[in-house]
């Protein structure tokens, strides 16, 4: 085994086919992840900007709290990496298809 040169992560070393499964397998966790807290992030800015939630709700006026903007920032980030982590996967994935493609 070899460690990682800037992580603590511990590399065992793999075969190339079990190596690509592994890392389309995290890639389909992380991409999971990455969206489950999107739908979080969306679900708290919808609690956030309900009436029922602020004290202004009989007035029906609904009042943004300085952790909106925050909470969108942090979702646009997740909605980039989300993009990205779907893309990385989607190449992997055509790459090989590509080598069992016959010529």
């Not at 609690?47 to 920032?73: M, N």
Request: negative net charge; contains cysteine.
């Amino acid at each position: 085994m070899q460690k990682a040169a800037k992580s603590d992560i511990v590399i065992e070393a793999v075969d190339g086919n079990d190596a690509y499964q592994s890392i389309v397998s995290d890639l389909m966790c992380l991409i999971g992840q990455v969206q489950a807290s999107l739908l979080r992030i969306e679900s708290a800015i919808a609690c956030e900007t309900s009436p029922a939630s602020t004290d202004a709700a009989d007035t029906g006026i609904i009042v943004l709290d300085d952790v909106t903007p925050r909470y969108a920032k942090a979702g646009a980030v997740l909605k980039a990496w989300d993009a990205g982590l779907g893309a990385a996967l989607e190449f992997l994935l055509e790459a090989k298809a590509m080598e069992h493609r016959p010529n």
